[in-house]
């Protein structure tokens, strides 16, 4: 078991290209902090990462013997 945090998806200040509800091309601009639910994409990036550092814990240990 460990924990996990994460910190807030910075808003991007850039204008963006979308779609308004009838369908129109329009730029929309960011005022304040709008963060994107970073929730559907925790677990596979918790899940990649704790990969990444048992291997690497795995690889030190087995060069250390050598």
């Given at each position: 078991?460990?924990?996990?945090?994460f910190?807030p998806?910075?808003t991007?200040?850039?204008?963006?290209?979308?779609t308004?509800?009838e369908g129109?091309a329009?730029?929309?601009?960011?005022?304040?902090?709008h963060?994107?639910?970073?929730?559907?994409r925790a677990?596979?990036?918790?899940?990649?990462?704790?990969?990444?550092?048992?291997?690497?814990?795995?690889?030190?240990a087995r060069?250390?013997?050598i």
């Amino acid at each position: 078991r460990f924990r996990v945090a994460f910190k807030p998806v910075a808003t991007l200040l850039k204008p963006q290209p979308t779609t308004d509800t009838e369908g129109h091309a329009v730029m929309s601009k960011a005022r304040g902090r709008h963060d994107p639910c970073v929730v559907p994409r925790a677990v596979p990036i918790v899940e990649a990462m704790a990969a990444i550092v048992i291997l690497d814990a795995l690889l030190s240990a087995r060069t250390a013997r050598i």
